[in-house]
T-cell receptor, first 114, second 114 residues
Framework: AQKVTQAQTEISVVEKEDVTLDCVYETRDTTYYLFWYKQPPSGELVFLIRRNSFDEQNEISGRYSWNFQKSTSSFNFTITASQVVDSAVYFCALSGAAGNKLTFGGGTRVLVKP | KAGVTQTPRYLIKTRGQQVTLSCSPI?????VSWYQQTPGQGLQFLFE???????NKGNFPGRFSGRQFSNSRSEMNVSTLELGDSALYLC?????????????FGQGTRLTVV
């Protein structure tokens, strides 16, 4: 069975501070995919980033960056120079190779204060 | 292009009734998945459809069912509603059915059972 754990339930920062969200996952699959989604108050989940299990290269995309480490089963996500519009709930998710079946973590609520 | 459209946005039903929720995927997307989001259980996978066939099913009772039409639109039905079925129901569409696919979510249908 797959499992995703986001230990942080809520993070509060002041605008322009960096925010790092932790995610730890469990899976027996050798091929799997990791995602980060953002859920603003409007309700829909917005795709942010994806990483497959064979690619541990960490990247930066605009103000977003991620740190994928298979050795510790972690997929952490950082927002650099946070803005008020970044306030939302962020979900880490995991899927296997077969089918669109996402297993989500419990989410981390990020509050960015001006 | 138009995003994922879910109707209705809000719904109030009485215990014991049944309800049907609708999801129109992004044009060209043939994979549709459904998720239930509650404060207690978080985001949980319900089922996934591709080309009118159910490919995956989550751990929900048989009262929860779904189907997909030839135009990829999907419906989910919940019969004999219980108070615990109150939740935000999210639909996601993907271009391909594989686990690597980016899922685009609708704004959800908020169901309240009284």
């Amino acid at each position: 069975a797959q499992k995703v754990t986001q230990a942080q339930t809520e993070i509060s920062v002041v605008e322009k501070e960096d925010v790092t969200l932790d995610c730890v996952y469990e899976t027996r699959d050798t091929t799997y995919y990791l995602f980060w989604y953002k859920q603003p108050p409007s309700g829909e989940l917005v795709f942010l980033i994806r990483r497959n299990s064979f690619d541990e290269q960490n990247e930066i995309s605009g103000r977003y960056s991620w740190n994928f480490q298979k050795s510790t089963s972690s997929f952490n996500f950082t927002i650099t120079a946070s803005q008020v519009v970044d306030s939302a709930v962020y979900f880490c998710a995991l899927s296997g190779a077969a089918g669109n079946k996402l297993t989500f973590g419990g989410g981390t609520r990020v509050l960015v204060k001006p | 292009k138009a995003g994922v459209t879910q109707t209705p946005r809000y719904l109030i039903k009485t215990r014991g009734q049944q309800v049907t929720l609708s999801c129109s995927p992004i044009s060209g997307h043939r994979s549709v998945s459904w998720y239930q989001q509650t404060p207690g259980q978080g985001l949980q996978f319900l089922f996934e459809y591709f080309s009118e066939t159910q490919r995956n099913k989550g751990n929900f009772p048989g009262r929860f069912s779904g189907r997909q039409f030839s135009n990829s639109r999907s419906e989910m039905n919940v019969s004999t509603l219980e108070l615990g079925d109150s939740a935000l129901y999210l639909c996601a569409s993907s271009l391909v059915p594989g686990g690597e696919a980016e899922a685009f979510f609708g704004q959800g249908t908020r169901l309240t059972v009284v």
